[in-house]
């Protein structure tokens, strides 16, 4: 149970009171202090345990264990209310800068409010004056000559006449006809390739006239048979029904008249492909590629299908990497051809060893 100690010793300033209390053979390290407004505990928490119990005055409101005395330190009302009071000061003053800042943003928006609609206003007072100077300088200007031509015409009866006689004839309509150079190629002259276009046509020019007269079968043909243009066509009527040894014996013949028109070697590489006369397949296309010289837009198309049908009978012969080179030089002069960018496909995989079995 609590300790009721009597001698006690006390001092007091103006800011703290200091009790001391004699306790003989213990030692206050291990002590807890509970501190009311009414009374302050000590409970010793080693053994053995001691407690004791301090009436005092409700104004005591800290405490601390120091040495062997003990003291508490004091706080009037006063000093709490000072506390109090410089809070609440700061609290209105700091309230008070918000609603100044507040007050002087929306002064500033007003400002710019104020400062937006004066210009529209000037700006609409500008167009209204410029509008007004302009139909004042116009009248300005046409009051004068109405008077001065009133007064010429009380001096000159027949100025209006005269006037309108000075006056010129309007010009009369014509047309102006613009002739421009043909051309074969339908490119813009800065993007074509004049030289090798006109190469290309003098090629065609000289192959049209070029004809093997000296041929024995002739004898037998007809005048039209005789045409190798005539023949290349009945070829390609011949290869359409699948008749493709017939439509060989056809270019076949036309090549011995004209061996200078690549389209006949390429079409004859179609029908070798077709009969599997695969070495035979790539000469004509590569004697194709040799007549299409030089490359030009107009026989770009023909170029595709003869690196096409060679590529295709390299790889009718296990020949994939020379196929797949004639398949990417097609590629390089039509990129968006479909059908030879999936077959180009498939022939790397073939090469890469990726092919799916079907």
């Known amino acids: ?43 010793r928490t080693a053994k053995p345990r001691l407690g004791m119990t301090l009436l005092f005055s409700p104004y005591i409101k800290k405490k601390r264990l120091c040495g062997r005395p003990f003291r508490c330190q004091v706080i009037e009302e006063d000093e709490r209310k000072k506390i109090e009071d410089i809070k609440e000061s700061e609290r209105i003053k700091a309230t008070k800068e918000l609603e100044a800042w507040k007050e002087h943003q929306r002064r500033a928006e007003e400002q710019k409010g104020i400062q937006r609609k004066e210009k529209l206003h000037q700006e609409k007072l500008t167009a209204e004056e410029k509008k007004k100077l302009k139909s004042k300088s116009h009248t300005r200007n046409s009051a004068p000559r109405s008077l001065a031509t009133k007064g010429r015409n009380s001096e000159n009866m027949f100025f209006e006449k005269l006037k309108e006689n000075s006056i010129p004839a309007p010009r009369s309509a014509s047309s102006i006809k613009i002739n421009f150079t043909p051309r074969v190629f339908p490119t813009a002259l800065r993007e074509s390739q004049v030289a090798e276009e006109e190469e290309w046509l003098h090629k065609q020019a000289e192959a049209q006239r070029a004809m093997n007269t000296d041929i024995p079968e002739l004898s037998d043909l007809k005048e039209e048979e005789k045409n190798p243009e005539w023949l290349k066509d009945k070829g390609n009527k011949l290869f359409a029904t699948e008749n493709y040894l017939a ?71 296990e ?34 060893g990726t092919e799916l079995k079907s």
Not at 1 to 6: H, N
Not at 332 to 340: F, G, L, Y
């Open 1 to 43: 149970m609590p300790l009721q100690v009597s001698d006690y010793s006390w001092q007091q300033t103006n800011a703290a009171v200091f009790i001391s209390v004699p306790l003989r053979g213990v030692c206050v390290r291990d002590a807890d202090v509970f501190c009311t407004e009414s009374y302050l505990k000590t409970m």
């Open 247 to 317: 439509a060989l014996n056809a270019y076949n013949l036309a090549i011995r008249l004209n061996n200078k028109i690549p389209l006949l070697y390429l079409n004859r590489a179609a029908c070798h492909l077709k009969l599997k006369n695969l070495h035979k397949a790539i000469e004509d296309s590569s004697k194709a590629l040799e007549l299409l010289t030089p490359p030009v837009a107009e026989n770009a198309n023909a170029r595709v299908k003869a690196h096409v049908r060679r590529g295709t009978a390299f790889c009718q012969l």
């Open 319 to 352: 020949l994939y990497i020379e196929g797949l080179q004639d398949y990417e030089a097609a590629l390089k002069i039509d990129p968006s051809n479909k059908i030879v960018q999936n077959d180009t496909e498939k022939i790397r995989n073939i090469i890469q």
